[in-house]
């Protein structure tokens, strides 16, 4: 059963970094991994609104830039724009 709650528990949110080593598991298309260690954030592989579960499975880490980045690419710029930080 699907959890009704976005809320990862700390049991799983601690084995997601485990999992990605404490880094950003973004990957480039020439296969370079994001080096960011640092405020890192969990991000849904399959988005929760689509049906994604709080599993290790499911979750990664990803910097801020790269979860923003792949939030665009699966809901859309134009949803996302009010996120963007402004100078």
């Not at 799983?12 to 890192?40: S, W």
């Not at 399959?46 to 910097?63: E, H, Q």
């Given at each position: 059963?699907?959890?009704?709650?976005?809320?990862?528990?700390?049991?799983?949110?601690?084995?997601?970094?485990?999992?990605?080593?404490?880094?950003?598991?973004?990957?480039?298309?020439?296969?370079?991994?994001?080096?960011?260690?640092?405020?890192?954030?969990?991000?849904?592989?399959?988005?929760?609104?689509?049906?994604?579960?709080?599993?290790?499975?499911?979750?990664?880490l990803?910097?801020?830039?790269?979860?923003?980045?792949?939030?665009?690419?699966?809901?859309?710029?134009?949803?996302?724009?009010?996120?963007?930080?402004?100078?």
């Amino acid at each position: 059963l699907a959890s009704s709650s976005r809320h990862v528990a700390a049991a799983v949110r601690d084995e997601v970094y485990v999992h990605d080593n404490g880094q950003c598991a973004f990957v480039a298309a020439d296969g370079t991994r994001c080096g960011a260690r640092k405020g890192l954030e969990i991000d849904h592989i399959r988005p929760f609104a689509a049906g994604g579960t709080n599993d290790v499975s499911n979750l990664r880490l990803l910097c801020a830039a790269h979860n923003l980045r792949a939030a665009e690419r699966t809901l859309g710029i134009e949803l996302m724009a009010p996120f963007w930080r402004r100078e």
